[in-house]
């Protein structure tokens, strides 16, 4: 083999790893990290003792992973044009042109059914029909109806983004039960103070792209003050594992701190507000939603 032949092949290798890489990025993976981490949590929590069965676990988590990075695909692909004028989004492949509208679909269209597959042979039905009325919510609903016409698309549309623990309990246990309606509650309520705090710091990107979010149609004083009041909302809610006795003293003691802790930021953002604060509210919400489920699980298996 000639040294051009090597280095074409070099380049062809290059080529095929920046184009992989582009349709990974198309499921927006840290989002989707967050939703495959509160669904196997929800797995582990559907099982009163012990441990759930680890290929159903392992069936659910790819199938729910597979069907979410989909919704997200489709996502981009609705909005390609308006990602292009937003700094956040711009460099998304399906906003720069790497990927095209064509590829994009085909993309999603097979990884969602691949998911949807798994889940409904390897999982049971319930789980694949959650799902997939959950990529309708966040595909359909929530980014073509909602997300151009009113400030509220967070709130309305979170319910889609809220059904992972509900999809893990349903794979586990094969319904639908009242403790995890709770953990449905926690992340729908978590939801609107912490991308709310994320459109406080990008309101220009929003207003830029002509879409409606809180900053940009009731201004940054009212946004502030609704993630103050979501984030006391989600304190009070995160409190109900507790009272319906589906967790113990560890997790009431950790949904506290965590639970100050996000009111403190809440109310320094509201009372002296920069965009350096919002975006450590937005990264602490995060953290906070990850450690609150952690906590729900070791409060789990702790032996008393």
């Known amino acids: 083999m000639s040294v051009h032949d090597i280095r074409t092949l070099s380049l062809d290798r290059l080529a095929a790893g920046r184009r992989l890489r582009a ?33 159903v676990v392992l069936a659910a988590t790819i199938g729910i992973a597979f069907v979410a990075g989909a919704a997200a695909a489709m996502n981009c692909l609705i909005e390609a044009g308006i990602d292009a004028r937003m700094m956040r989004t711009r460099a998304r492949p399906s906003s720069t042109g790497e990927l095209s509208c064509r590829e994009t679909l085909i993309f999603g269209s097979v990884l969602g059914g691949a998911g949807l597959l798994i889940l409904h042979q390897l999982v049971n039905p319930l789980t694949m029909w959650l799902t997939f009325a959950t990529f309708v919510g966040y595909a359909v609903i929530y980014t073509v109806m909602l997300k151009p016409r009113t400030p509220q ?24 039960t009242a403790d995890a309606l709770v953990l449905f509650l926690i992340i729908f309520a978590w939801t609107p103070p912490h991308f709310w705090a994320l459109a406080l710091y990008r309101t220009e990107d929003y207003a830029r792209a002509g879409l409606p979010m809180l900053p940009v149609t009731h201004g940054q004083k009212f946004t502030r003050l609704s993630v103050l009041l979501y984030t006391l909302i989600l304190f009070g809610v995160t409190l109900l594992p507790f ?46 939603l990850f450690m609150l489920f952690a906590a729900l699980l070791v409060d789990h298996y702790l032996p008393f």
């Open 243 to 288: 009272a319906t006795r589906m967790s113990g003293w560890l997790y009431l003691l950790s949904a506290v701190v965590l639970g100050g802790m996000f009111i403190a930021h809440a109310w320094t953002l509201y009372r002296d507000y920069s965009d350096a604060l919002a975006r450590k509210t937005f990264r602490f919400s995060i953290l906070y």
């Open 153 to 176: 698309n967070i709130v309305i549309g979170g319910a889609s983004g809220a059904m992972p623990p509900v999809l893990g309990w349903a794979a586990v246990t094969g319904e639908v």
């Open 23 to 55: 349709f990974y990025v198309l499921t927006k993976p840290r989002v989707n990290t967050l939703i495959v981490f509160c669904a196997i949590i929800g797995m582990f929590l559907a099982v009163p003792s012990g441990l759930p069965d680890p290929g």
